[in-house]
């Protein structure tokens, strides 16, 4: 079966009512020719922000009161600690956008490191959603010393 408009044999077109179909669908087309795929903004978010946490050099992202913020409900009961803090796209039908923000460990040259998060988040989403990353920005918001503590909303002095 086509679904093409062909000549009549009397040599004038004769065309269905409604719109025309161009090119084959169904059992003879290829599969991914058949549907429409749409990636949310949050899963490019997640993407990004586990390629941006396996580089080396990198203690956390989000801006200051991001991870203020994000100890407080880590520690809330179910909560869980979230992969998408500091990290905000711009996904569109073919390319995607992506701002990081991160704290860096002290002693790490940050332009390597920011190079390195670059490949790593260009690749990772590249791969896994098909979209092209036009630019990632990352703001380093902070340096982690070696004598600080974590971030982390302890218990207080009384009980």
């Known amino acids: 079966m086509s679904d093409t408009v062909s000549p009549a044999a009397g040599g004038s077109e004769s065309r269905p009512a409604g719109r025309t179909l ?8 290829a599969p991914e020719t058949r549907g429409r795929t749409t990636i949310a903004d949050s899963v490019v978010e997640k993407i990004a922000g586990m390629a941006t946490r396996e580089v080396p050099g990198i203690h956390s ?3 200051g009161m991001a991870r203020t913020l994000g100890a407080v409900t880590d520690k809330v009961p179910g909560g ?3 992969v998408t803090r500091g990290v905000k796209v711009e996904v569109g039908e073919r390319q995607a956008a992506v701002d ?3 704290v860096v460990e002290y ?3 940050i332009v390597d490191v920011a190079a390195e998060v670059r490949t790593s988040v260009i690749t990772a989403v590249e791969r896994m959603t098909g979209l092209e990353v036009v630019e990632v920005n990352l703001a380093v918001d902070d340096v982690h010393l070696p004598d600080e503590e ?3 909303v302890g218990e ?3 009980q």
């Open 22 to 29: 161009t090119g084959s669908t169904g059992a003879g087309s």
């Open 61 to 63: 992202l989000g801006s």
């Open 80 to 82: 869980r600690p979230s």
């Open 100 to 102: 990081i923000d991160v």
């Open 107 to 109: 002693g790490v040259a």
């Open 150 to 152: 974590d971030e982390e």
């Open 156 to 158: 207080g002095r009384v």
